[in-house]
Every structure is written in C-alpha cells, then in structure tokens.
C-alpha cells in the first residue's frame, strides 16, 4: 500500500562489533517436502523436553525451551501494541520510537552490530519515499566463526498508524507478536547459555506495509557485501492469532527455501506441532530476500493460509490489540519458529 509519510531523524545505537568477514554458502538441496501431522495437547506438553535427543543440536534445542516465557514476551507485545506508538507508521515518531525500544531490548541483550555487512550500530538508517527510517539489527556470534555462515530471525515493526478519525491501528498481531518472538529467541539462548554453530542475526525491519523497504534495504546490503549465498532468514509476520493449530510457511515460490522448509518441520516434529507449506505469500519481508537477491528465506505465521478471516479477524483494523491474542497459539507458534531457527543455527 503506498501512503504518504512525514520525515522523521532517529537516534542510532552504538556498541562493540562483531569479528570476521567470509562464510560458507548454505545447502540449497532440494528433498520432498513433508507436512508433519498435528499431536495431540498432551503430546505437546510432553515435548517441552524432547525425549532421547539423537543430536547435540536436539539436546541444546530441549534446554533452550525450557527457558521459553510467555509472559515476557506478551509484555513486548503489550509495550509495542499500545497507544504509546500511536500505530508505528513507517517514518513517524511512534514507529522510531518502537525502533529504539527494540535497539533498548537488543543492547540489554549484549547483541552488537553486524559489521560484516558494514553495519556500525544496532540500527540501519534508510531512505524510502523521501524520509528516513530504520531496521533494527543486532549479531550473536556462533561458535564456527566467520565460516559458519549467518541465520537472520526477522520480524517487522511497522504498522499502519492511525484512521482518519485518529483511532490507533496497535498491530499487535501485524507483527508486534513477530517482533515480541524474536527477542524472546534472543533471551531464550543469552539465558541457556549455549551457543550455535552459526552467526545468530535478529532484525526488525521498518518499512514492510509500505513495500517491504526494510528487508530490501538489508537484502541490498548483504548482496553488496557478498554474502548473498550465505545467508539464510525465518522472517515471522502473523503469529499473533486468535486461535488455529499449524505453524504456516511461506516459501515465496523459490526452491532455494526448501532446507528451511524441512528444517521447520523437523522443529514441528519435535515440538509436537504441525507445520504446513502454504505456497508463495501474498506479500512480506522474504519476498524481498528471495526474488530480489536470491536469499533463501521463508515467512512464518500461524494458521493463517487456511483462511486468515479465521484466526486473524483484526488483520489490518483498529481491533487488532494485545488483548485478541490467544495466548496458547502465540505459545504454540514461537516455540516451533524459535525451534526451527535454532536447529537452523546449531546445524554443523
């Protein structure tokens, strides 16, 4: 949706970088694709602690659920959702001051800039439509060094603002819950005290409802640093649902999705989730990645491609508040996203 935006400065926030420069390209192999069968709740609560792990990625992935915290992440949600943002349009100040909220969470973090793609800070100014705005972008280094290759957990923070009448659209569904879940998976692994095989990158980008600005402005800098063919996004938009039972994936149409694909439906497996392939989506921030520049990526949601009036009924209205989250599909959908990003990252 193309709408006007005033210009609006940021503040960007500053710490240690991290260390090296050249990764190994990522397998872009394609096996059969498999939808993993939905398990009963009692199944889904004796995979908290998944049994007679059969990797040490396995092992690490039951001990970093374990530290999974609803209630923590439905107070981001809440603080991102509120009338505080005034609906965090892309270049006003609600949505630059959500950006330093989330730079706040993410420097609490000891997460520090990416500089292997150049970046500085733990912020990514950028210019769409003749104002500026801004990803948020923070790096956790993995134990294979600059080699490993990188794992990219995204969310957008952007909204849509407010109506005509000044009624606020809170967006907490698109996407506070995705933001919320990315720096839950953050807290979750500073917390466990483990550390994956590869570099761990969060990013909350700006600019989705106007165009996906955000993920192509990172996309472009990855691609210019040449890292295109080693990296790899699990971008969550729609998780925030009201209900449902399958984590939804979107492979934007691209063969080069398919490891992650599978990655996730293992994570369902051991979750006890099921997970789905929904297609090509109709629009969010791994388009970008994969059609412009060739990055493998996928979106997340939950139960949203069956029919999204369903369990996403406030999607782009005044209604879509912290308070019409169904706390059990918001538990439901992090743990298997966050699983899968994990298994992603802790793959030798």
């Not at 819950?177 to 994956?196: D, F, K, N, Q, S």
Request: glycine fraction near 10%; charged fraction near 15%; charge should be negative.
């Amino acid at each position: 949706m193309v709408v006007a935006a005033a210009s609006v400065s940021f503040t960007s926030l500053s710490c240690d970088s991290e260390a090296g420069n050249q990764v190994a390209p990522v397998s872009t192999a394609l096996p059969a694709l498999a939808t993993v069968p939905a398990t009963t709740t009692a199944a889904r609560a004796s995979s908290q602690a998944p049994d007679v792990p059969q990797t040490s990625a396995e092992a690490q992935l039951a001990s970093l659920l374990a530290k999974f915290d609803l209630d923590r992440e439905f107070a981001v949600i809440d603080e991102l959702a509120s009338d505080a943002y005034a609906g965090r349009k892309s270049g006003r100040p609600g949505e630059g001051q959500a950006a330093e909220y989330i730079a706040s969470q993410f420097s609490r973090l000891e997460l520090v800039p990416w500089s292997s793609v150049g970046l500085t800070s733990l912020t990514q100014p950028f210019s769409m439509r003749g104002f500026e705005t801004q990803n948020v972008i923070g790096f956790m280094p993995g134990s294979g060094g600059a080699t490993a290759g990188y794992v990219i957990l995204a969310a957008h923070h952007d909204h849509l603002g407010t109506d005509t009448s000044g009624r606020v659209f809170n967006g907490a569904d698109d996407n506070a819950a995705g933001v919320a879940a990315v720096i839950e998976a953050a807290t979750m692994i500073r917390e466990a005290g483990i550390t994956p095989v590869k570099n761990l990158v969060f990013c909350s980008f700006s600019g989705e409802e106007e165009g996906q600005f955000g993920s192509k402005a990172l996309g472009s800098l990855i691609s210019a640093q040449g890292l295109t063919n080693q990296v790899q996004m699990f971008n969550i938009d729609g998780i925030g649902a009201t209900g449902g039972d399958y984590l939804g994936v979107w492979d934007e149409g691209a063969a080069n999705a398919a490891p992650i694909i599978l990655t996730l439906e293992k994570a369902g497996s051991l979750v006890g989730e099921a997970v789905r392939r929904e297609g090509t989506d109709t629009g969010s921030d791994a388009q970008s990645f994969d059609w412009q520049f060739g990055i493998p990526a996928v979106t997340i949601d939950w139960n949203w491609g069956q029919d999204e009036s369903l369990f996403h009924p406030y999607y782009h209205t005044v209604d879509d508040d912290a308070a019409h989250i169904n706390k059990d599909a918001l538990t439901r959908a992090s743990r298997v996203a966050i699983a899968g990003f994990w298994l992603a990252a802790a793959a030798q």
